[in-house]
């Protein structure tokens, strides 16, 4: 949905500094993408953090992510034209992320979508993180549709994984990580943004007559 993670590392780096992490900021994202806030900071602070603690050391964070990004926010190109033309198509698009609502609200806000995914499950609704397939069989769950008529359009390794564990098939979103880091068998494409020929042909293909699918984008 929108070109954010430079600016995750961003506020990544600028939360380590603060908080006192030598942990590197690659092995930050790797450890961190997809999963909910408080897997998180437990995987950063090596402990259980206590729940409270762990809610408001993901709003620090995450307020860090906000400020950050939103003067620079993007869209993956071409998202929003191509969430408009799969429900005109009759697509169900849900959302399913690690994000809090806090984010999803502020994603939301700056996308301006018409109309709204039908279904929104985030990362502080008590559901485990990806990869554990929890977020995305409860996208489907709200959307009265078989996890196996899902296609999960997802940027991030965990994502992939989770799609592959809720029996999903997946679009890899190479906004960030190669098609490599992406790849699976349950993986139909990869695509750099929703503009180029892959992206319309994996439209036609999923809004022709005869199929039924759900989008859930991450």
């Known amino acids: 949905m929108i070109d954010s993670m430079g600016h995750h590392r961003l506020s990544w780096i600028a939360f380590a500094e603060h908080h006192g992490l030598t942990m590197s900021i690659d092995e930050m994202m790797r450890r961190t993408t997809g999963r909910n ?19 408001a050391l993901v709003r620090h964070k995450e307020h860090l992510y906000r400020e950050a990004f939103a003067p620079a926010f993007r869209e993956v190109a071409g998202f929003r034209d191509f969430a408009s033309q799969a429900h005109a198509a009759g697509l169900a698009l849900g959302v399913g992320t690690a994000g809090d ?37 409860e996208v489907a769950r709200r959307l009265g549709i078989a996890p196996e008529h899902c296609v999960v359009f997802e ?51 999923l809004t022709a007559p005869g199929t039924d699918h759900a989008t859930d984008v991450s």
């Open 37 to 55: 806030g408080a897997e998180c900071m437990n995987e950063l602070f090596g402990r259980a953090v206590p729940h409270d603690e762990a809610w």
């Open 101 to 137: 609502g806090q984010n999803i609200a502020f994603a939301l806000g700056h996308l301006a979508m018409q109309p709204l995914p039908r279904a929104i499950v985030g990362g502080d609704e008590g559901l485990a993180g990806k990869p554990d397939p929890a977020i995305f069989l």
């Open 155 to 205: 940027d991030a390794p965990f994502g992939i994984e989770a799609a592959r564990r809720a029996g999903m098939a997946a679009v890899a979103v190479c906004s960030s990580h190669s098609a490599s880091d992406l790849a699976g068998p349950h993986v139909l494409a990869a695509i750099d943004d929703y503009c180029g020929p892959i992206a319309r042909r994996l439209l036609q293909q």
